[in-house]
């Protein structure tokens, strides 16, 4: 049973183009979360989610637009891709409470030519 | 503002030898640590948390840390490496109230046999 799943895996595509990516856990966890994760391997926070609502803006460009439908799931759509925005996207999910760990998806890799 | 330095990017240890990575971190009240360990091509899978109580936090795979407030580090160790530890390591710290977690760069650990 996968906790957290997320599709694609892999993603490519032309500069200008929109592109969404999913996220559903099933741990019935509360807060949910988008990571990017660059070329040296830097984490960092784009997005938090608690139970719908967004609770963490990371000083992302706004043609970065999460969407919560239920408290499963947090999508990322990508508006007019930049070659800049080619990383590994990762999902994750926890308990709201700041004592708990985050459970990871497997990332999306996003390769924008 | 909470952060976390993980000071060496790379630590190569002979399998069977003892292994530090180190992190240290600066918050404004308590702090909960954490650490996590990526394989490539994978998502971060928790490893263990210092959260209160005992300064040394026993977590997966034989691995500990230890919580030294007057340093503030939280050091991950473990008495005899394998090749199989071999991944890249991050250090993270939350908020009390379960505001964002902010990840250290990480530092990769390489075991040779």
């Known amino acids: 049973d996968t906790a957290v799943s997320q599709t694609p895996k892999y993603l490519v595509t032309q500069m200008g183009n929109d592109k969404s990516i999913k996220c559903e856990q099933n741990?019935?966890?509360?807060?949910m979360y988008w990571y990017k994760q660059d070329s040296k391997k830097f984490l960092k926070i784009m997005f938090s989610y608690n139970n719908k609502e967004l609770i963490i803006n990371e000083t992302v460009p706004n043609r970065f637009s999460p969407k919560s439908p239920d408290k499963a799931h947090l999508n990322l759509h990508i508006n007019s891709l930049e070659l800049g925005d080619s990383a590994v996207y990762f999902c994750a999910s926890s308990q709201p409470q700041g004592s708990t760990e985050a459970f990871f998806g497997q990332g999306t890799r996003l390769t924008v030519v | 503002a909470q952060s976390v330095a993980q000071p060496e990017d790379q630590v190569n240890v002979a399998e069977g030898n003892p292994l530090t990575v180190k992190c240290t971190y600066s918050v404004s009240g308590n702090p909960y640590l954490f650490w996590y360990v990526q394989y490539p091509n994978r998502g971060l899978q928790f490893l263990l948390k210092?959260?209160?109580?005992?300064?040394l936090v026993k977590g997966s795979y034989g691995f500990e840390a230890e919580f030294n407030k007057s340093q503030t580090s939280f050091h991950l160790k473990k008495p005899s490496a394998l090749v199989s530890d071999s991944a890249l390591y991050f250090c993270a710290v939350r908020d009390f109230d379960a505001g964002k977690s902010t990840f250290g760069d990480g530092t990769t650990l390489t075991v040779k046999p």
């Open positions: 210092y959260i209160t109580g005992d300064n």
């Open positions: 741990l019935g966890h509360d807060t």
